[in-house]
């Protein structure tokens, strides 16, 4: 064994700027800061556990998108605006005219009207009084509520029930085709009234699934119902945050096993683990304190905080352990592995965090809220990896086993560590650099398929077979008006919402709807005063249009259905249900309204987009499209930025970078084969993939260029940089894909989409640093004029 004393003052001596005051300043007050770090821990732990599940119909769409403020302007005049729950109600065997079927009807009914969050103004069911049927007579209009006032279960009264059904223009609607199911439409404040804070997804799922589903079924065994909304997906997603726990389990003990493989020693293991997961105790604690919840989405981000932690923690145990090998003790091995790895490793963490943030340009609070958490916690990790975990190991030191695992592995090692040091020869870079060349082309041609938003029906977040698609499958079947509806705004001076050329205008988009591939069917005020039209002239379908006698108008619309105009006639709408909410459906309909309100608008009428869910989620994704090249611009610019200021060369930035642009450019095309949109869940895949992946390069480089100014060849000091930084790259790359692929069996569809992903971002990234680095350095680095530079600098 060599003289550690003797080792110690030569690496002293050849490491420039020996002890930085950043170390002395750490390990010369080790008790002190461990102290303050454990009361730290304590106050964040306490708040972490208490944080809660947070979602919001605002925070998930674009508020500043003109769609939405158009939307939000008009909240209190319209009904449909996007945040509802539908109920329907079905009977498994025979129809709804029973009187079994609707006595359940009816206390599901009185059940959903005093759910907390329902706004019981607009809530909508066979037995609420606003659903009502009209006809012509001999003696003029007739109407009154679906349900008789007399109605008392009998066969005459179920009679009279189907013949008021029939007459209400509500079949397809509120009542299936097929006469088996009926719907209870309940619209949702943002806020509960009784409290005043934001409604409570969670709850008001559980509510639904216990007051409503699982009593009535139970209580009446020939009943099924099925119910679908934002609420009750997001509601879903809540419940689907459970199973992210076991993976959570799953991850951190996949991880333990594996690092102690790798280091055989009982501190290099647990350590890591321990300080990636205060890490990830101090985020959460911190999100609390900030006013934060975990909402379905940036729920997934401690696991990111946690695999960036054991990514850097890695690179200090393998650090720790070469040095200890050479005979140094604990401190000693941790104080040289600080220095070392302090300055890649805060660059790459620092480049990690601002990666993330650039995610806060993006104008969605989820997504916003996401760049927050992430950027928080890499923070932490910057102190739990470069100090906590230091200091504790200087404490601990690397087990025994561990550091003998280092010396009788060396010679093993470096054969396949020199096998690898050939992407760097000269003859081999080349080869490379072609086949990153083909990987380029084709990843070019196939993410020209990328789609921005769903691609699927229903809830794209949860899986095909999950009970909430199952049930938005049903009513899609079984309804003709669909459960994605864009509702276009038809904005005139006060009373002025019936003149004849504002629904004539709207008559003529309506038909131009109806010929558009993916619309199902329309609905406005027109179609009301063309059917009462018809109506008064004895059934006449000669009469089935918008008279110009404004008399005749204003008596058709006398008794329009609450909804289809607001109080001072300024504003009314017109549906569009459409047969899905794909990225193509939504465009096809956008495009035909934008194009129809720029001929047609003017000081009478103005055509405004949109409301409805379907209308959301075309403003969501267009936010997106925008915003996903400058997202990349943003990451790409700040990593690059970072890279080149620690650097100060614009070849280095080149051979970190690269390939992080080839792995960006095959998540994408990776994406377009696999059928994944870009959308609020997938979109901020593509920045964290990017962010954590610089790491590897980060470090590779960092050491490449350590040992080519020491006067090694390329291909010498590539090998030295794999055996010493480039085995832990290797490890965690596959380590944190093996954490992550394991996500692919959640039931939230999103996150298995996000497994997927990042198993592939993980791995491809260490392969480019491993791989496609080197052969980039071949062309791009000039060793000889680098030890000039170093020369000069001196």
Known sequence: MSNPKHDKGEHYLTTPKAEPFLERLIFNNRAIILVLLTIL????????????????????????????????DHRDDLENLGNFVRIAVESKDGDIFSPEYMETLKQITDEVFYLNGV???????????????VEVTEQGFQGGTVIPDDYDGSRESLEQLRQNIL??????????????????????????????????????????????????????????????????????????????????????????????WYSRSISGTLVPVFTSIIAVFWQLGTLRLLGYGLDPYSVLVPFLVFAIGISHGVQIVNAMAVEAAKGFDAITAARLAFRALYIPGMLALISDAFGFLTLFFIEIDVIRDLAVAAGIGVAFVIVTNLVLHVLIMSYIGISKGGVRHVQNHGEKQDRKWRLLSNFSHPGVAPISLLIAVIGLGLGLYYKQDLKVGDLDQGAPELRKDSRYNKDNAYIINNYSTSAD???????????????????????????????????????????????????????????????????????????????????????????????????????????????FAQ?????????????????????TNEVISKAKDMMLIFVYGVVSLLCFLTFRSIRAVLCIVVPLG????????????????????????????????????????SKLEKYLLEGKTLQDAYFETLRSTGKAVVFTGVTLGIGVVTWIFSPIKFQADMGFLLFFMFLWNMIGAIWLLPALARFLLRPDRMLEKAKAAK
């Open 167 to 260: 007459r209400s223009n509500e079949v397809g609607r509120l009542i299936s085709d097929n006469f088996q199911s009926t719907i209870v439409y309940a619209p949702l404040y943002e806020k509960d009234p009784e409290t005043g804070e934001p409604l409570d997804y969670g709850t008001f799922s559980r509510q639904l699934e216990e007051k409503i589903r699982e009593k009535y079924e139970a209580q009446n065994p020939n009943i099924e119902i099925h119910i679908v909304g934002f609420a009750k997906k997001v509601g879903d997603l809540i419940e689907g945050i459970g199973s992210i726990a076991w993976f959570a389990g799953i991850t951190i003990v996949l991880t333990t096993l594996l690092l102690f």
């Open 41 to 72: 821990t304590l106050f964040l732990g306490y708040n972490a556990i208490k944080i809660q599940p947070d979602a919001s119909f605002e925070r998930m769409i674009p508020l500043e998108h003109p769609y939405i403020v158009n939307m939000l």
């Open 662 to 701: 080839l792995t960006s450019i095959l998540c994408e095309a990776i994406m377009a084969v696999s059928g994944i949109g870009i959308k609020v869940a997938t979109l901020p895949v593509i920045a964290l993939g990017v962010g954590i992946g610089v790491d590897y390069g980060i470090y590779i480089y």
């Open 485 to 595: 509806v864009m509702v276009v705004m038809v904005k005139t001076p006060e009373e002025q919402c019936t003149q004849y050329s504002v629904l004539r205008a709207m008559d003529a988009l309506q038909w131009e709807l109806a010929n558009t591939p993916g619309v199902q069917s329309t609905a406005s005020l027109a179609d009301v005063s063309k059917i009462v039209t018809k109506a008064l002239n004895e059934g006449n379908w000669n009469w089935y249009a918008i008279s110009r006698n404004q008399t005749i108008i204003n008596a058709s619309i006398r008794n329009a259905p609450s909804g289809l105009i607001n109080t001072d006639c300024s504003l009314t709408p017109l549906l569009v249900f459409l047969e899905d909410h794909k990225a193509e459906t939504l465009q096809t309909a956008v495009d035909v309204v934008e194009e």
């Open 119 to 133: 706004d019981r103004s607009g809530l909508k069911s066979l037995w609420t009084s606003n659903v009502r049927w």
């Open 599 to 619: 001929e047609n608008s003017n000081e009478e009428h103005t055509f405004l987009l949109a409301a409805g869910n379907a209308g959301v989620e075309a403003a």
